[in-house]
C-alpha cells in the first residue's frame, strides 16, 4: 500500500496545507509521520478528504501530530474516514478555509 503526498492548492506561506491520496497504514504510516513531521512548523493542514485507506495507524499518527504541533484535519463530507475519526474522537474540518480559520491565531 502507498500514499502520495501533495501540496494542496490551499497552502499560504504562513500556513501549509498538504493532501494525503492512496493508502495509509501500519506499513507506511512511519515514512509519512517523518514526511509530516518536517512540514507541521509552526503549523500543518492536512487534507484526508481523497484517502482511499486509512488504517488504525493513521489515526495514531493524526493522534500524534496533534500533540505536537498546532494541525487541522480536513475530512470533506461524504468521506469514509468521518465516521472513523468522530468515534476516534480526532478533531476535523469540513473545508480547508475551516481548518485554516481554525488555526489563525485568535
Given amino acids: 500500500m502507498?500514499?502520495?503526498?501533495?501540496?494542496?492548492?490551499?497552502?499560504?506561506?504562513?500556513?501549509?496545507?498538504?493532501?494525503?491520496?492512496?493508502?495509509?497504514?501500519?506499513?507506511?504510516?512511519?515514512?509519512?509521520?517523518?514526511?509530516?513531521?518536517d512540514l507541521a512548523s509552526p503549523a500543518l493542514i492536512i487534507d484526508l478528504s481523497?484517502?482511499?485507506?486509512?488504517?488504525?495507524?493513521g489515526f495514531a499518527l493524526i493522534d500524534l501530530?496533534?500533540?505536537?504541533?498546532?494541525?487541522?484535519?480536513?475530512?470533506?463530507?461524504g468521506s469514509m474516514l468521518r465516521t472513523a475519526a468522530q468515534l476516534m474522537n480526532i478533531p476535523f474540518h469540513d473545508t480547508a478555509d475551516d481548518a485554516r480559520a481554525a488555526l489563525r491565531p485568535a
Wanted: hydrophobic share 55%.
Fill in 65 to 77: 501530530l496533534l500533540s505536537q504541533a498546532p494541525l487541522a484535519v480536513v475530512i470533506a463530507p
Fill in 2 to 37: 502507498t500514499f502520495e503526498l501533495r501540496t494542496a492548492a490551499t497552502s499560504t506561506a504562513s500556513i501549509p496545507a498538504v493532501e494525503i491520496r492512496g493508502d495509509v497504514d501500519a506499513a507506511n504510516a512511519a515514512s509519512l509521520q517523518a514526511a509530516l513531521a
Fill in 50 to 57: 481523497s484517502v482511499s485507506y486509512f488504517d488504525s495507524a
